[in-house]
């Protein structure tokens, strides 16, 4: 049994996080030992810091968002040591063992689990030095992609996946609202995939200047927004609208951008359940599409685009923490200014 210790960060309640010396996880056959270059942090983390996520409970190693090098894959052929890994963090009932396992897992679709779990939260997380998690949860990325890249395949893999889902094709017009990081990245995969013109709509300013400089077209965020979508595409309103704000204000306004029989996606989680205007969905035979994290298939796409970085996300400005600083990378984060992505590197002091 290993016996080694490690620093990790563990969420002791609303607000509080504790630096705390853990023991080196032990893992068993199916089972790799990642050393954890980059965690990466988001709106679901900032949740559960602030006490405001459903299952999360004191004690946990929180972050779900990581990438690093295998350490240890005992009885593994193909995950060797020293491969460079980005996690893919879902955990389904059938990774459980769960007999038998729910429809969406036993259909193929188990990133809608009816119990899906996520390392961070249900299992222990990235925010320490090192971290076990199940072989087929580990994917390989060229060792030449940054740890500053590798580390945002799983946010990249969200907005492939909802790019996916909204059906897009060559030559599509596209309203994004919210250009946080999910945002930003949805805009991103849309130009990449065929979008002929993609607007955000975002109220923070300097989201919409590091917006801007991506060459997108960008409007401030307010109730004259579905108008200026409008007038922006010829009257008409936006052939593919994706809320990735998950914010009450917005639910209103992306069905107003979107054109007669267009397509509204629903990125953002919204933290309770939102004002939707269904009647005009009737009225303009709308689609509605729902979206929750992502398939394997999306995190291997985003994986590749990393590799190439076709998306030129190397470019984008982040801010690495390490982990004695855990505390203070949450509240850069909450701010959303300054990076697009803040991460944190426990095997760093800082020094």
């Given at each position: 049994?290993?016996?080694?210790?490690?620093?990790?960060?563990r969420?002791?309640?609303?607000?509080?996080?504790?630096?705390?010396?853990?023991?080196?996880?032990?893992?068993?056959?199916?089972?790799?030992?990642?050393?954890?270059?980059?965690?990466?942090?988001?709106?679901?983390?900032?949740?559960?810091?602030?006490?405001?996520?459903?299952?999360?409970?004191?004690?946990?190693?929180?972050?779900?968002?990581?990438?690093?090098?295998?350490?240890?894959a005992?009885?593994?052929?193909?995950?060797?040591?020293?491969?460079?890994?980005?996690?893919?963090?879902?955990?389904?009932?059938?990774?459980?063992?769960?007999?038998?396992?729910?429809?969406?897992?036993?259909?193929?679709?188990?990133?809608?689990?009816?119990?899906?779990?996520?390392?961070?939260?249900?299992?222990?997380?990235?925010?320490?030095?090192?971290?076990?998690?199940?072989?087929?949860?580990?994917?390989?990325?060229?060792?030449?992609?940054?740890?500053?890249?590798?580390?945002?395949?799983?946010?990249?893999?969200?907005?492939?996946?909802?790019?996916?889902?909204?059906?897009?094709?060559?030559?599509?017009?596209?309203?994004?609202?919210?250009?946080?990081?999910?945002?930003?990245?949805?805009?991103?995969?849309?130009?990449?995939?065929g979008a002929?013109?993609?607007?955000?709509v975002?109220?923070?300013?300097?989201?919409?200047?590091?917006?801007?400089?991506?060459?997108?077209?960008?409007?401030?965020?307010?109730?004259?927004?579905?108008?200026?979508?409008?007038?922006?595409?010829?009257?008409?309103?936006?052939?593919?609208?994706?809320?990735?704000?998950?914010?009450?204000?917005?639910?209103?306004q992306?069905?107003?951008?979107?054109?007669?029989?267009?397509?509204?996606?629903?990125?953002g989680?919204?933290?309770?359940?939102?004002?939707?205007?269904?009647?005009?969905?009737?009225?303009?035979?709308?689609?509605?599409?729902?979206?929750?994290?992502?398939?394997?298939?999306?995190?291997?796409?985003?994986?590749?685009?990393?590799?190439?970085?076709e998306?030129?996300?190397?470019?984008?400005p982040?801010?690495?923490?390490?982990?004695?600083?855990?505390e203070?990378?949450?509240?850069?984060?909450g701010?959303?200014?300054?990076?697009?992505?803040?991460?944190?590197?426990?095997?760093?002091?800082?020094?």
């Amino acid at each position: 049994m290993n016996t080694q210790t490690m620093q990790a960060i563990r969420w002791t309640g609303p607000g509080e996080l504790a630096l705390d010396t853990v023991r080196v996880p032990s893992p068993e056959p199916g089972w790799v030992l990642v050393k954890v270059n980059r965690v990466g942090i988001c709106g679901s983390d900032l949740a559960i810091w602030h006490g405001e996520h459903a299952r999360a409970q004191p004690g946990v190693i929180i972050g779900h968002e990581f990438a690093g090098v295998v350490a240890d894959a005992p009885g593994s052929t193909a995950l060797a040591v020293g491969t460079h890994v980005a996690i893919r963090p879902l955990i389904a009932c059938h990774d459980r063992g769960t007999t038998p396992p729910c429809r969406p897992c036993a259909s193929g679709n188990s990133h809608v689990c009816a119990r899906l779990g996520l390392y961070g939260v249900d299992e222990p997380g990235g925010l320490a030095q090192y971290v076990q998690v199940r072989a087929d949860a580990a994917h390989p990325v060229h060792s030449n992609v940054p740890d500053d890249l590798a580390v945002l395949a799983e946010p990249l893999a969200v907005a492939v996946h909802a790019v996916i889902r909204s059906g897009l094709r060559p030559g599509d017009t596209v309203a994004v609202f919210g250009a946080g990081p999910i945002g930003l990245l949805t805009a991103l995969v849309a130009r990449h995939r065929g979008a002929h013109q993609v607007v955000l709509v975002e109220p923070n300013a300097w989201r919409r200047r590091t917006a801007e400089q991506r060459g997108f077209t960008v409007l401030p965020a307010g109730p004259e927004a579905p108008r200026q979508v409008r007038g922006l595409t010829g009257g008409d309103g936006a052939d593919i609208v994706f809320d990735s704000a998950g914010h009450s204000s917005v639910a209103l306004q992306v069905t107003d951008a979107a054109r007669i029989q267009g397509t509204v996606v629903v990125a953002g989680v919204h933290k309770r359940p939102p004002a939707v205007d269904l009647r005009g969905i009737n009225f303009a035979e709308q689609r509605l599409i729902g979206t929750r994290v992502y398939a394997r298939e999306d995190f291997l796409a985003a994986i590749a685009l990393l590799e190439k970085d076709e998306l030129g996300l190397s470019a984008l400005p982040t801010t690495t923490f390490p982990l004695s600083r855990s505390e203070a990378a949450f509240e850069a984060a909450g701010q959303g200014e300054g990076s697009v992505k803040i991460l944190i590197d426990p095997n760093h002091d800082g020094s």
